[in-house]
Structures are given as structure tokens and as C-alpha cells.
């Protein structure tokens, strides 16, 4: 399903049970990918309408690239997946957490994570962060 239903007006958009993404003006989404187990942030990514109801239909992390325009399932070329083990949406439904069992590295970089640096106390400079275990 990709024609999902538009969202409601205020409150009732914070306290309904129904899923109404509120994607922006460019069709998409926010989606943060969060490690099931540790919790820890791994990434953040756009879905379009298509790409929700594929992750939701296949339990497959899959998104919307800006730079390619176009669909692309996580680790379908590099092999490091993400099996989604439960889809959550903010108060207003204008972003997505994907809780995931993450296979290899889930930045392009090979990282763990995308959100590997630290900005530094005079907020112009960037140090690495702690390498998790």
C-alpha cells in the first residue's frame, strides 16, 4: 500500500492509532535507523511512500535515495543489511524509527555508524568519537 491516508488536523494527528505519515513537500520522510539491541543511532535516511510500504511488506530496510532518485533496499549491493524488527513514527508522524538487526556497517563509509564524529566545544572542529564495541 502506498496511498496511505492523509494526515489529521492537530491533536488528532498525536493520538491516532492509524499510520498517516506526514511526508514534506518532496514526498519524503525522515527514517533514523537505530540498532534493536544497543540502541544505538546507526543512521538517518529518506522514504518516499513506496519505500515505507516495501520496508513495512518485506521487513527490509529500504529507502529513497535523493542523489539517484531512486528506491534502494540496505545491503543489496554491499551486503550489510538491516532486518527491521519493529517500525515506530514520532507524536505527528513526521519521522520514522526503524528499530534493526544490522549485518556489517551500516554507514557507506564501513562504519558501525553514520554518526561517527563529535563536534568539538568551540562548535566549529570535528574529533572522532569512541569506537563502540
Known amino acids: 500500500m502506498t496511498d496511505y491516508s492523509p494526515p489529521l488536523a492537530g491533536a488528532a494527528q498525536d493520538e491516532t492509532l492509524e499510520l498517516?505519515?506526514?511526508?514534506?513537500?518532496?514526498?519524503?520522510?525522515?527514517?533514523?535507523?537505530?540498532?534493536?539491541?544497543?540502541?544505538?543511532?546507526?543512521?538517518?535516511?529518506?522514504?518516499?511512500?513506496e519505500a515505507?510500504?516495501?520496508?513495512?511488506?518485506?521487513?527490509?530496510?529500504?529507502?529513497?535515495?535523493?542523489?539517484?532518485?531512486?528506491?534502494?533496499?540496505?545491503?543489496?549491493?554491499?551486503?550489510?543489511?538491516?532486518?527491521?524488527?519493529?517500525?515506530?513514527?514520532?507524536?505527528?508522524?513526521?519521522?520514522?524509527?526503524?528499530?534493526v538487526r544490522q549485518t556489517g556497517g551500516a554507514c557507506h563509509t564501513g562504519r558501525d555508524s553514520c554518526f561517527y564524529r563529535v563536534v568539538g566545544p568551540d562548535g566549529q572542529t570535528l574529533s572522532l568519537g569512541a569506537k563502540s564495541d
Not at 20 to 41: E, M
Not at 55 to 78: D, F, I, M, N, P
Request: proline letters at 1%.
Open 52 to 99: 515505507l510500504a516495501a520496508t513495512l511488506a518485506t521487513g527490509r530496510a529500504t529507502y529513497w535515495s535523493r542523489s539517484r532518485g531512486a528506491l534502494w533496499v540496505k545491503g543489496e549491493t554491499s551486503g550489510h543489511t538491516q532486518a527491521v524488527v519493529e517500525v515506530r513514527v514520532d507524536c505527528d508522524q513526521d519521522a520514522v524509527l526503524l528499530r
Open 20 to 49: 498517516r505519515p506526514k511526508f514534506n513537500a518532496d514526498g519524503l520522510i525522515a527514517a533514523i535507523a537505530q540498532d534493536a539491541t544497543s540502541g544505538d543511532v546507526l543512521m538517518l535516511a529518506w522514504m518516499n511512500a
